[in-house]
């Protein structure tokens, strides 16, 4: 099949969307990792899995597509800690059942293959929802980033097998801004108690 000039120039079109889209939802997710409070860390990550959900559907990496798009709900559920109760260890234990779902989906409804490659890289990203969801638990933004260290290396991998730009550069520039966070807030908030 040839395409001509006109399929070409709108598949050149599409993909850079795509990608844009992705680097859109990559600066919400960055910019998380610098707030001082709890709420507005996990707001700016709704917007980025939003983004991020439509971005991995449109790539065809179904399982990114399916996490972010949880991800949206979850981010939800943990804003408004108190009137959903999100402390209960049950919420922890249905989004890991979700997670899991959407392991087994992605390779029989969505018929990703299954080989030993695939069924290690798309586990990957179950692991950052994982330490995303536990940071999300928590009060502090301090262990919301120090999860970050756990989730973004998580998720890097399965970005740069899914080949996109914006999540690849999200992943590395928010291990980036999780170390700058650290070194800014939660540094200096360590000497101003070593000075009371």
């Keep these: 099949m040839v395409l001509n000039s006109q399929e070409v120039k709108r598949n050149m079109i599409e993909k850079i969307i795509i990608q844009a889209i992705g680097i859109l939802a990559m600066a919400f997710n960055i910019w998380s990792y610098q707030q001082k409070k709890q709420t507005y860390v996990i707001g700016c990550q709704l917007f980025g899995s939003l983004l991020f959900s439509v971005h991995f559907f449109a790539l065809g990496a179904y399982m990114g597509g399916l996490l972010n798009a949880i991800g949206i709900f979850r981010a939800v559920v943990f804003i408004f800690k108190d009137q959903f109760r999100s402390e209960n260890i049950l919420w922890l234990i249905g989004f890991e059942a979700v997670y899991l779902a959407s392991y087994v989906l992605t390779f029989t409804l969505l018929k990703k293959e299954f080989n030993p490659l695939n069924a290690v890289v798309e586990i990957l990203p179950i692991i950052g929802m994982t330490a995303t969801t536990i940071a999300f638990r928590s009060k502090s933004s301090k262990t919301t980033r120090s999860l970050g260290l756990i989730s973004s290396p998580s998720w890097l991998v399965y970005n740069i097998v ?16 999780i170390a700058v966070g650290f070194f800014r807030l939660d540094k200096k908030e360590k000497e101003q108690q070593k000075q009371e």
Aim: charged share 5%.
């Design 162 to 177: 899914s080949f996109s730009i914006g999540a690849i550069c999200c992943e590395v520039l928010s291990l980036v801004s």
